[in-house]
């Protein structure tokens, strides 16, 4: 019997150009710097927006500049030094097909299944998603270092297929998204030729299409040259694009994912999967068939390769803009964005790194992916540490779901372990080591294709039933126990192919059939939980995840009866988090003169004002509970519906090679994906729950914070404190303090006779926006931090900076 998987040979010997010239058509060496320039500048404008050094607010006027100034003059530039003497059409043509394709079939499908109550903007919206890509700001640098060196003629294809989008695509989605706006006002007073005219002239006002044609018409009049006197200027603008559009990508990608709601899972995965797997594959299968006409075989080739990559870049920023524009989809669309940004850069390095290689040689495409899934599970198996050992020190590991994201966790954790034996055990003769780590391997292999589904299953038992209904145990046999099941059934039943090293077709056919069944039932499982997910909102069922609240007792009256429960004896008032404290931190002079006449009522007999180290406090109890509490529903889900994605290129894999004896070359490429995917879950895990708030970032930040101004800094007068903490301190003493009192701040009980006032920080996060005194989430934070640092306000036990959060924080008498 036949190796599956690499037979290759008789396809590549009749259509394929030779090894070299394939090789030479990329410069690999250069698209890993490309990329983490790319990538690098991205996550510093994320650092920066996560760290509010810039606010949503202010990083607006970056992407006014970037959208309205730096990108028109870009287009322009490039429009008018053009040269349509080197363009391939007929690739020109394919490109336009495929986005056309792709733009109609979301549309069509998303017309069919959404609700009637917005199926026009959402066909408009997800069609635009799906088609328009990041061109300029990620796409062009990647082209460049694989293309200029080799094919420089294909740079200039970014700035012919952008306009596609721009001036074809969008203005359909635009006039469907008007559509939905017209049916929602409900008048019906605009008539359909209104509608058209609108779209039209927001087209024509978008100044990338204006300029586009703006470029075009100076292409022929001023013969592909830009005047001297204004060379210098559109080149200034046009080289400011780069650094800061990717900056700015960084910063709107900030707090996206907090948008990520339930009902959007599926919504998620289909556009995904349509962006990057649907949309290179119809590339480059147009472009297959319509550039028969080019000569060079290899140029051929080459162009098929950058149709592929073409179709890989990720969706496009200004699509949330024209979310928030038409107020539709914007969870959707946001926090696609960025995952599929952060997923197109693995599929991107590993298919051009792939379409660099020698294909005639199926053992060296062997060897090769054996060595890519070794070293990623090497990578991968000291993240996996990590993130157990996160798990295990927050005692998150003992509530659910995370005591089943635990058992995954170990499945990948032996899937790692399990590669990296069988690499040093394949290659021997030794065959009870081999069946041994295959054991290992596969087991714990499929044991990461079913936990997804089942962590699903389990997030909508505790959505309906606020319980599980089962005891866990059920899931976690079957969670270990059906991949032992297939696994014991292929090694009796099945057997050992010859001469193959690969461990997901050990045991030939057989095998293959088995990771379809184990995969599609975990597809058929985890879709239907994540589609019931949809169906409902967590919001309702906050109350059933225990928030700590039931453990304080707000008082309404200050003779409220209190009804004390048995403790041992000893001084009652001894559990007020702020009884036998330390000095209050003094206050800059001029704040304590505008705070003196306007200190609220004096607090209760029982009350008291400072910090102390009492462990029996209720709400210093309370933000404990809250911090293993958290069942950190969303990073669940997105766990779900990303490992569900590399299901379904599992299973398109191995249907691909079950029905097709010459699998051809992009399915080399899924496999490739395919071992990224299965022995890279490490990293996911590891950016999902590895980093955790309060065990690692919190202390973190605390650490280099006293590192940085260092221990003085702490004990020094607040007259020392910058003028612009003075001011912002002054002004809420003096103007708004009473207000903010009176509408947020609550009596709660901290100890069996003591109550204190005080206030959660996202409550004073809300009312600082609902006053107008910050604009947006960021500044209102920025607010709070400077309140604190000038002693207007702080945490119950002085532990915390000032954070949005279900932290507790009281005002300073």
């Known amino acids: 019997m036949e190796t599956p998987g690499f037979n290759f040979s008789s396809e590549e010997e009749e259509d394929a150009p030779d090894s070299a010239a394939l090789s030479a058509a990329m410069s690999i060496d250069k698209l890993f710097p490309a990329l983490l320039e790319c990538f690098g500048i991205i996550l510093c404008g994320y650092i920066a927006g996560r760290a509010n050094i810039i606010t949503s607010t202010q990083a607006k006027g970056l992407g006014n500049f970037v959208s309205k100034f730096a990108l028109p003059a870009l287009l322009f530039k490039n429009m008018v030094l053009l040269d349509f003497g080197n363009v391939i059409w007929p690739f020109l043509w394919s490109i336009l097909i495929a986005k056309v394709s792709v733009f109609f079939i979301v549309c069509a499908l998303t017309l069919i299944v959404a609700s009637p109550e917005s199926r026009y903007s959402k066909a408009g919206l997800f069609s635009i998603f799906a088609t328009q890509s990041n061109d300029f700001a990620l796409g062009y640098p990647i082209v460049e270092a694989l293309y200029k060196s080799t094919y420089p003629e294909y740079l200039q294809y970014i700035y012919l297929v952008a306009p596609v989008s721009l001036m074809l695509l969008n203005p359909i989605g635009f006039a469907f998204c008007e559509v939905q706006k017209w049916k929602d006002e409900g008048n019906h007073q605009q008539s359909k030729l209104m509608i058209v005219g609108l779209v039209v002239l927001q087209v024509l006002k978008n100044p990338i299409v204006f300029m586009v044609v703006i470029g075009i018409i100076a292409h022929f009049v001023l013969h592909q040259t830009i005047p001297a006197f204004m060379a210098e200027f559109v080149d200034g603008l046009a080289n400011s694009f780069g650094g800061a559009a990717l900056f700015y990508l960084g910063l709107s990608m900030v707090g996206q994912l907090r948008k990520l709601t339930r009902s959007t899972v599926v919504t998620l995965i289909l556009l995904i999967t349509a962006k990057l797997l649907l949309m290179p594959l119809i590339c480059k299968d147009m472009v297959d068939l319509l550039d028969n006409s080019n000569t060079s075989t290899s140029n051929h080739s080459s162009l098929s390769n950058y149709a592929f990559l073409y179709g890989v870049f990720p969706t496009a920023p200004s699509v949330a803009i024209y979310a928030v524009y038409y107020n539709a989809e914007l969870e959707v669309v946001t926090s696609g964005m960025v995952i599929s940004t952060f997923l197109s850069a693995p599929i991107m390095y590993v298919s051009a790194w792939l379409l660099t290689m020698r294909w005639k040689d199926p053992q060296f495409l062997m060897n090769a992916l054996q ?443």
């Open 371 to 813: 060595n890519v899934s070794f070293n990623i599970s090497i990578v991968s198996l000291v993240a996996l540490v990590w993130t157990i050992a996160v798990m295990f020190l927050s005692k998150k590991f003992k509530r659910l779901p995370h005591m089943f994201t635990v058992n995954l966790l170990l499945a990948q954790f032996l899937t790692c372990i399990g590669m990296i034996l069988w690499n040093f055990v394949v290659k021997g003769d030794n065959f009870i080591g081999q069946v041994l780590t295959f054991t290992l391997l596969c087991t714990s292999l499929y044991s990461t294709f079913v936990w997804p589904g089942l962590i699903a299953l389990s997030l909508v038992l505790v959505k309906s039933f606020e319980d599980l209904r089962v005891t866990p145990g059920v899931l976690v046999i079957a969670g270990w126990g059906i991949p032992a099941l297939v696994t014991a059934v292929l090694l009796i039943s099945g057997e050992k192919m010859s001469g193959t090293i690969d461990s997901l077709f050990f045991y030939g056919k057989p095998q293959i059939i088995c990771t379809i069944v184990v995969v599609a039932l975990s597809i058929l499982l985890g879709g239907g939980s994540l589609v019931c997910l949809s169906r409902g909102s967590w919001a309702q069922n906050d109350s059933s995840f225990g928030t700590g609240e039931d453990l304080v007792t707000e008082a309404e009256a200050e003779n409220q009866t209190v009804v004390e429960p048995f403790n041992p004896p000893g001084d009652l008032n001894r559990a007020c988090l702020i009884c036998d404290c330390a000095q209050p931190q003094p206050m800059p002079d001029m704040i304590i003169s505008t705070n003196m006449n306007d200190t609220p009522p004096t607090a209760l007999a029982g009350q008291c004002e400072n910090r102390c180290e009492s462990t029996d406090c209720l709400l210093v109890q309370v933000e404990e509970f809250q911090q293993v509490a958290d069942r950190q529903v969303a990073r669940h889900v997105l766990l779900c519906l990303l490992l569900t994605v590399s299901l379904l290129a599992n299973l398109s894999s191995c249907l691909w090679l079950l029905f097709n004896r010459i699998p051809g070359r992009l399915y080399l490429e899924l496999q490739f994906f395919c071992a990224v995917a299965n022995y890279g879950q490490g990293f996911l895990s590891f950016a999902l729950f590895g980093l955790d708030k309060h065990l690692i970032i919190v202390p973190f930040k605390k650490r280099l914070y006293s590192l940085w101004y260092g221990k003085k800094q702490e004990e020094q007068l607040q007259s020392d404190l910058p003028e612009d903490v003075r001011m912002t301190c002054t002004q809420f003493t003096k103007y708004h303090k009473d207000q903010c009192f009176h509408d947020i701040v609550k009596k709660r009980r901290c100890g069996k006779r003591t109550m204190v006032d005080c206030f959660l920080g996202c409550e004073l996060v809300e009312w600082l926006q609902q006053v107008g005194l910050a604009q947006d989430h960021g500044e209102a934070v920025l607010y709070g931090t400077r309140l604190q640092q000038g002693g207007v306000l702080q945490h119950i036990k002085q532990e915390y900076s000032f954070q949005d959060s279900r932290l507790y924080y009281r005002f300073m008498t």
